[in-house]
């Protein structure tokens, strides 16, 4: 199994600021995902970090707006930029292990932005 | 793409009877299925996988059915308690390459003491 810290838990936000969000594994990984859960809606994946290289973004997301950075194999951090309250959410980091047949989340954090 | 229907209406269930909740799809056959349990303010935690292969999978009081040919997952809890009271939510994933599941929206089920 595996331990994930994220943090913050929570957040409010002025709009035009940034937030960095942590992610901290307590084994090494090599694929660390990052999604955004909005009320009511599924987990949708934002991007997708390896250790060494670009992160790789799904289709609607961009780096400039959620800069991902992946500097060993048990931590990453997600940026949110230029927020504005279209950005509130519950933003989760997540890992899989066991060939990908289980993944394993952070508690999220809920991102408030005013 | 895919995707990926469950009730979007939360289910109220009397103590001790059996939950079922449904999850429906579309498109590609996923090479396997899974079932988290979220609750509020909380990440989603892994409870079942069944592989396209099976028809259904145990686990104390969950069970899982798998039917490929109505695509079509039920999820099951018998003898409910109101600790299982939570958001459910399946999620389907490709053979091969790097896992990245496809998730629903979840179901709430509610269990009433």
């Known amino acids: 199994s595996a331990v994930i810290s994220q943090k913050p838990s929570r957040d409010i936000c002025q709009r035009g600021t940034s937030l960095t969000i942590q992610c901290q594994v307590d084994s090494q990984v090599t694929m660390m995902f990052w999604y955004r859960q909005q009320p009511g809606q599924s987990l949708t994946l934002i991007a997708t970090a390896n250790q060494g290289s670009e992160a790789t973004y799904e289709s609607g997301f961009v780096i400039d707006k959620f800069p991902i950075s992946r500097p060993n194999l048990t931590f990453s951090t997600l940026t949110v930029s230029n927020m504005s309250p279209e950005d509130s959410s519950i933003y989760l980091c997540?890992?899989?292990?066991?060939?990908?047949?289980?993944?394993?989340f952070g508690q999220g954090t809920r991102l408030t932005v005013v | 793409s895919q995707k990926i229907e469950q009730n979007s209406e939360a289910l109220n269930i009397q103590e001790g009877k059996t939950a079922t909740l449904t999850c429906n799809y579309t498109n590609y056959s996923p090479a396997y299925l899974q079932w988290y349990r979220q609750d509020p303010g909380r990440g989603p935690v892994f409870l079942l996988l069944i592989r396209e292969n099976e028809k259904e999978k145990r686990k104390e009081r969950l069970k899982v059915t798998f039917d490929t040919t109505l695509k079509q997952s039920l999820f099951h809890i018998t003898a409910s308690q109101p600790a299982d009271s939570a958001t459910y939510l399946c999620a389907l994933a490709r053979a091969g390459g790097s896992y990245i599941p496809t998730f629903g929206r979840g179901t709430s089920l509610i269990v009433h003491p």
């Open positions: 997540s890992v899989e292990l066991g060939g990908g047949t289980e993944a394993f």
